[in-house]
């Protein structure tokens, strides 16, 4: 493989990475937080690659000899697979049939949690929730009525709000879920699966009381962290 | 070149219909989106990794490490395992770095030593390790000491059976007298990445395939099992290739097992893993990485027993 194509594997490497960190589809697969770094990173692939073609018009290209690169049959092909799938097919997040049902760790301790915000039904995360039940002393879910997105999911005749939760990437995502009950719950059922749905209810161990269950847009940015 | 821009042309034309393939396919989609993440998560820690490695092709040569590293080689290797706590990243980027500090002799078992310490102790994990762990401080310090223990068996191993000539794959070595040292440091750290991310490729795909294929019901029948759980964790950290970071949250929410394999987990995740054995074999040589990955993984996997037996007991 010569140099120059190596080059431009290279720079496409690093357009793919400025790519999916402008249109925002990075969230697909890695945490926001990551964002900064993958500019960097965009930058740094992208200069290596602007400074060798700029380096080899200036001087005349280098020849395969004297740069080791003999020996390598063309391994950085295999650079066109990421190219080929963050800049053109751009696979879709993880749905709820993708990712592994977590176990929620109840033998961790309890401690108490602070308050939850005041008003009506302050917003929290499904993850949030989940982690509040198993391990807070001091009992901040009680009788409190909460607002939880999520999508729906059924398994075995009972109806789930499901939202996938990756730690770090999409590698290791997890599906977080509690059943629904109460009054709203046949609402719930009635959806199609994995339809987005913004529930306002109490939580319960084991279980979500829905008083309302109101269809939402899915979101932009579809995981919890 | 022509190959090249056709292919992307190709992509352009076809990329709507590639689209539309996989997102009607589950499966497919969700290995395409676990590629991309692992891909994606790699790519910033490679990145430092092979700009830390393009400063060492340009300032460290072996002889100036062998001159710095302790005299005697149980010192230098004890050295390079506590030194890589101060490396603060993950998997991907120490294998191109200990590329370009491997040597002979004892430099080079400090160079491994370094490779398989540097993304298992360093302060971001064992603080992760800490948070999804909240009832369990001592599963830090067992992870802590499983890893540099076998971090630090694997390059005695190498310093006692190890062979220069299992090396094949060479490295660009600054030769040339004219060359600036910003035209070393650069041409290092291109040719460290293109070949160390190709492999990343090769190994990504094969965790996301794995992924797919490892049915979620195996989990359930592991409950309070000791020893099948050691071998099962043992292997599923070897295929799933999670980040170093992330493979506490992981363990942690296998709460059905027992804490020990879930250690196991968490000591050969970071040692040895799928894409890591790709990357090793691209960056080092097959004949080095078809011995050394399964050393690791045995050596890890007993070490990690052994530690959590001590520390954690047998629950």
New interface residues.
């Given amino acids: 493989m010569s140099r120059e194509t190596e080059n431009a594997l290279l720079l496409l490497v690093g357009m793919s990475t400025a790519i999916i960190a402008a249109t925002g589809t990075y969230t697909r697969y890695v945490k926001p937080a990551l964002l900064p770094w993958l500019w960097l990173t965009a930058g740094v692939i992208t200069a290596l690659a602007v400074i060798a073609i700029a380096g080899d018009i200036r001087t005349g290209p280098r020849h395969g000899k004297h740069t080791g690169h003999d020996h390598r049959a063309g391994a950085a092909w295999l650079l066109l697979i990421p190219v080929a799938l963050l800049a053109f097919v751009v696979p879709p997040a993880l749905g709820p049939q993708s990712a592994r049902p977590a176990v929620s760790d109840a033998g961790a301790p309890r401690r108490p949690f602070p308050a939850l915000p005041a008003g009506h039904a302050p917003e929290l995360s499904l993850p949030e929730v989940l982690i509040r039940l198993a391990q807070d002393s001091a009992g901040t879910l009680n009788d409190r009525l909460i607002t939880v997105t999520g999508f729906t999911l059924g398994d075995g005749g009972r109806t789930y709000l499901g939202r996938v939760v990756i730690v770090c990437c999409a590698a290791d995502a997890q599906l977080a879920r509690i059943a629904l009950t109460g009054a709203a719950a046949a609402s719930a059922a009635a959806l199609p699966e994995g339809t987005w749905v913004r529930v306002e209810g109490r939580a319960a161990p084991g279980e979500l009381r829905a008083e309302s269950v109101v269809r939402i847009p899915q979101p932009a940015n579809t995981y919890s962290y | 070149?022509p190959?090249?821009v056709a292919?992307?042309i190709g992509?352009?034309l076809i990329?709507t219909t590639?689209?539309d393939v996989?997102?009607g396919n589950?499966e497919i989609?969700?290995a395409?989106?676990?590629?991309?993440?692992?891909?994606?998560?790699a790519?910033?820690f490679l990145?430092l990794g092979v700009?830390v490695s393009g400063a060492v092709a340009t300032f460290v040569t072996p002889d100036r490490l062998a001159r710095w590293l302790p005299r005697r080689p149980a010192t230098a290797i004890l050295t390079a395992g506590v030194g890589g706590a101060t490396l603060p990243g993950c998997e991907c980027g120490s294998v191109p770095i200990a590329r370009r500090l491997f040597g002979d002799g004892t430099v080079g078992a400090a160079a491994l030593t370094f490779m398989l310490a540097a993304p298992a102790i360093n302060p971001v994990v064992l603080i992760a390790t800490a948070v999804a762990f909240?009832?369990e401080p001592l599963m830090v310090l067992a992870r802590c000491i499983a890893s540099l223990l076998t971090a630090i068996s694997m390059g005695a191993l190498w310093a006692k059976f190890g062979q220069p000539r299992w090396i094949t794959?060479?490295?660009?070595?600054p030769?040339?007298q004219q060359d600036s040292r910003f035209?070393t440091f650069?041409?290092a750290?291109?040719?460290d990445?293109?070949?160390a991310?190709?492999?990343l490729?090769?190994g990504a795909?094969a965790?996301?395939a794995l992924?797919v294929l490892v049915p979620?019901w195996m989990?359930d029948h592991l409950a309070g099992q000791l020893l099948l759980g050691i071998l099962v964790l043992a292997a599923l950290a070897v295929v799933?290739?999670?980040?170093s970071?992330?493979?506490a949250?992981?363990a942690?929410?296998?709460?059905?097992l027992p804490l020990v394999p879930r250690l196991v987990f968490l000591v050969v995740g970071p040692a040895i893993d799928i894409k890591l054995f790709a990357m090793q074999a691209?960056m080092f040589g097959r004949a080095f990485a078809i011995r050394f990955a399964p050393a690791t993984l045995v050596v890890a996997t007993t070490v990690a027993t052994g530690v959590g037996l001590l520390i954690l007991g047998a629950r």
């Fill in positions: 070149m190959v090249l292919t992307v992509l352009t990329g590639a689209r996989v997102s589950p989609a969700t395409a989106t676990v590629f991309c993440g692992i891909f994606v998560q790519l910033p990145a700009v909240p009832g794959r060479n490295l660009l070595r030769t040339q035209s650069t041409e750290a291109r040719h990445f293109l070949q991310a190709s492999f490729v090769v795909a965790a996301a992924h979620s989990f799933l290739a999670l980040c970071e992330a493979d949250f992981v942690a929410s296998l709460s059905m691209g």
